[in-house]
């Protein structure tokens, strides 16, 4: 399967504390994205980062890629309850045309 | 701002009816995708189309048909509904181009057939 593996598959923190969401993909990419999912809503769209970034930032995200390692990792800093969603890796393969989602992390942020 | 809205968020029907989901976006992107979604799959392409008249089959397109007749609309069909149809429908619209751009998703429909 081309699916972006994400871990952990459910994360649990207190409010004010720093969430971290991993990616891992198996191919050669041209960008790697993060989207974010409320409950039973449609996929808003974070942050791209290009195959030859290494580190970006968004507000309180900070996504960072690794393409040595296939991976990428998600980073929320000082999270709010209102963060609690579901959080999606998406990549790009090179020669390809589509996206490739992840399973996707489901985050918890305990007011 | 994008907005992509979808004809309905929710649907009930029968297995066997025909179903159509709509989709339109007014930011005026040649590509636009169907997916559905079911929990621990992620998302999976069923269709997707790169211009008006134009389609490709994605990753599950059976059992699925599509229509772009103007740009701004996408539709999704299901000839003949059946219960393992029953899921998320998620559209999505992007600007051309060959590195898989940001993709604006509308709200989703869920649909469950009986």
């Known amino acids: 399967s081309q699916q972006g593996e994400e871990d952990p598959q459910a994360l649990s923190i207190q409010e004010g504390e720093n969430a971290t969401m991993n990616c891992s993909y198996k191919t050669s990419i041209n960008n790697l994205q993060w989207y974010r999912q409320n409950s039973g809503r449609g996929l808003v769209h974070l942050i791209l980062?290009?195959?030859?970034?290494r580190e970006k930032h968004s507000g309180r995200l900070r996504v960072t890629l690794d393409t040595s390692k296939k991976s990428s990792s998600l980073l929320i800093t000082a999270s709010r309850a209102a963060d609690t969603a579901s959080y999606f890796c998406?990549?790009?393969?090179?020669?390809?045309?589509?996206?490739?989602f992840g399973a996707g992390t489901r985050l918890f942020v305990k007011a | 701002d994008v907005k992509v809205t979808q004809s309905s968020r929710y649907l009930v029907k029968r297995t066997g009816e025909k179903v159509f989901l709509e989709c339109v976006q007014d930011m005026d992107h040649e590509n636009m995708f169907w997916y559905r979604q079911d929990p621990g799959l992620g998302l999976r392409l069923i269709y997707f189309?790169?211009?008006?008249?134009?389609?490709e089959k994605g990753d599950i397109p059976e059992g699925y048909s599509v229509s772009r007749e103007k740009k701004e609309r996408f539709s999704l069909i299901l000839e003949s509904a059946s219960t393992n149809q029953t899921s998320m429908y998620l559209c999505?619209?992007?600007?051309?181009?060959?590195?898989?751009?940001?993709?604006?998703f509308g709200p989703g429909t869920r649909l469950l057939v009986l």
């Open positions: 998406a990549y790009g393969n090179t020669g390809g045309f589509k996206t490739i």
């Open positions: 999505a619209s992007s600007i051309p181009g060959t590195r898989q751009e940001t993709q604006y």
């Open positions: 189309s790169y211009d008006v008249k134009m389609k």
């Open positions: 980062i290009r195959s030859n970034e």
